[in-house]
């Protein structure tokens, strides 16, 4: 092992979730007679919970503040990631295998901490995590590198001692900004997002059963 510790990103990485979000998105908006349209998809790619719910109040005029916003989404999410959401192939088996070789392992994420604490119940994997940082604890939420530099210095591990793991550009991005190497990871998302997640990324997997094959070598 090269690294002295790893960071996962939650969404589309750690567990299969990246359709919960635009779902929330659509249904949400529905109910608010408004259709989510490409400019807000781009802009909200990478923001922190916060970010984003200020983003929809301003570019949709909601007549909600920015927490009623947020409330709404955590209990649509947590309802839709508790009995819909399953982790990634090979995931619980990757986190024994860190554990085994003493690595430290956090979450760096743009999603809410409630619901990041509701996932890690269901799946029993709050063991495996030194910490949970989300873009609502730093400056700005992903493409800039403040969560992941607040993570590592949780860790009290240099960041080119980390290894990250994400599935989006912006996020590659953000880890890629921290000084970090970032192995990108196989989820389902536009192809023109996969495209320029895999020229950003150091290394592309399909799933952490390889990634222990990488690791092993």
């Known amino acids: 092992m090269n690294y002295e510790a790893v960071i996962f990103d939650l969404d589309g990485t750690l567990i299969d979730s990246m359709w919960v979000w635009e779902q929330i998105d659509i249904e949400f908006l529905q109910k608010k007679g408004y259709v989510i349209d490409e400019a807000a998809i781009n802009q909200i790619e990478g923001a922190g919970f916060t970010e984003t ?24 999410a947590i309802k839709m990631y508790v009995e819909r959401v399953d982790l990634k192939n090979g995931a619980k088996e990757f986190l024994e295998f860190l554990k085994a070789h003493n690595v430290k392992m956090a979450i760096a994420t743009s999603n809410g901490r409630e619901i990041v604490e509701a996932i890690l ?26 969560v992941y530099l607040k993570t590592a210095e949780i860790l009290e591990v240099a960041p080119s001692r980390c290894l990250v793991f994400e599935d989006v550009p912006n996020g590659i991005i953000a880890g890629k900004n921290a000084g970090m190497t970032v192995f990108g ?10 495209r320029r997640a895999k020229d950003l990324c150091d290394r592309w997997v399909m799933d952490y059963n390889e990634v222990i094959d990488i690791l092993k070598e």
């Open 53 to 76: 719910a200020e983003f929809f109040k301003k570019h949709f005029n909601l007549a909600m503040s920015v927490e009623e916003i947020k409330e709404t989404w955590r209990e649509m």
């Open 121 to 146: 119940e269901k799946h029993d994997i709050a063991k495996f995590f030194e910490t949970v940082v989300t873009s609502c604890d730093v400056e700005k939420g992903k493409p800039h590198p403040f």
């Open 185 to 194: 990871i196989e989820d389902a998302q536009r192809e023109d997002a996969k």
